[in-house]
């Protein structure tokens, strides 16, 4: 059997290109989320495109109950898994603290940092059986400096640094390699979700600058995770589009 990969949020943005880069390149894929429909339409894209197997896994990683049941009834061939990719994740809204809408909090914090634990929680201990194995989790430069109106997504994104950071210490004894890579804006449906359907708000935040693509982080991700020795980790890879110079600092064109 080829490795396996196991890719969170897979039926959009990052995740998608992350199943189909690992796909092409003949590692057998589970992909997950909760649009069912993507999926089905995922799966069957990469098998009919590549030489490799495809599983999808229908869940929504706020629900530890769905999470644990689908990682501990995955079928034999399926249960070694290689290469976890902590990416399903979530912004919603950009208002100021006073401000915000509380159940919007909830779904992030509940996505964003106990979705990324649950599914950590119930694929570390096969990782720590074949003592060996690669956890990426998807963190941002929302991380590594909050932003006004980002409050709670960059308050859930510095949790993934801090949580990356634990547990690489809690699995460097058992071989296990653990790698926080952190875009800067990328051009997915992740602004289309932060506000919430509106799509001129949406694409005002790309306006005058070429964002990074969902390619150029599973690009990145395929590096980090298959490209390098065996002894060599990345720990913390940041990484934006050339006019993005920090959260605050966007060079951008008139168009
Ligand atoms: P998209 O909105 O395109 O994709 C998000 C993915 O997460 C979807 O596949 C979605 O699947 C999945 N997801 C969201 N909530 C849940 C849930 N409760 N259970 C399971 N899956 C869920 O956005 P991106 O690809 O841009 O985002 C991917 C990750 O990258 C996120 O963690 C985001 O915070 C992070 N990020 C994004 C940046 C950007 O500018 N785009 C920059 C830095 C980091 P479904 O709805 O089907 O469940
Ligand atoms: C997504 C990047 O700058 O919108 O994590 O927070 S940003």
């Given at each position: 059997?080829?490795?396996?990969?196991?890719?969170?949020?897979?039926t959009s943005g990052f995740g998608?290109?992350?199943?189909?880069?690992?796909?092409?390149?003949?590692?057998?894929?589970?992909?997950?989320?909760?649009r069912k429909e993507r999926l089905e339409l995922l799966k069957s894209?990469?098998?009919?495109?590549?030489?490799?197997?495809?599983?999808?896994?229908?869940?929504?990683?706020?629900?530890?109950?769905?999470?644990?049941?689908?990682?501990?009834?995955?079928?034999?061939?399926?249960?070694?898994?290689?290469?976890?990719?902590?990416?399903?994740?979530?912004?919603?809204?950009?208002?100021?603290?006073?401000?915000?809408?509380?159940?919007?909090?909830e779904t992030m914090i509940d996505t964003n940092v106990k979705g990324l634990l649950y599914v950590t929680k119930a694929v570390a201990p096969v990782m720590i059986k074949n003592n060996k194995g690669h956890i990426v989790n998807i963190g941002s430069t929302a991380g590594k400096e909050a932003y006004p109106g980002g409050n709670v997504y960059c308050g859930s994104k510095h949790a993934v640094q801090g949580i990356t950071d634990g547990m690489r210490q809690d699995l460097v004894q058992y071989g296990i390699k653990v790698t926080q890579i952190c875009p800067g804006m990328?051009?997915?449906?992740?602004?289309?979700?932060?506000?919430?359907?509106?799509?001129?708000?949406?694409?005002?935040?790309?306006?005058?600058v070429t964002p990074l693509t969902a390619e150029d982080v599973a690009q990145v991700t395929f590096f980090v995770t298959s490209g390098l020795a065996q002894h060599v980790e990345i720990r913390d890879l940041v990484m934006s589009c050339q006019q993005q110079a920090n959260s605050f600092v966007v060079h951008r064109k008139s168009e």
């Open positions: 059997m080829n490795k396996i990969v196991l890719v969170t949020g897979a998608e290109a992350i199943a189909e880069i690992y796909a092409k390149n003949g590692l057998n894929v589970i992909i997950t989320g909760r894209h990469l098998e009919n495109n590549y030489q490799t197997k495809i599983l999808a896994l229908n869940f929504d990683v706020r629900d530890k109950n769905a999470v644990f049941n689908a990682i501990n009834s995955l079928p034999e061939e399926w249960k070694n898994i290689d290469i976890l990719i902590n990416n399903a994740g979530l912004a919603l809204g950009s208002s100021p603290i006073q401000e915000g809408n509380i159940d919007d909090w990328a051009e997915t449906e992740f602004s289309l979700v932060r506000f919430k359907g509106d799509k001129e708000k949406a694409d005002n935040v790309y306006k005058g």
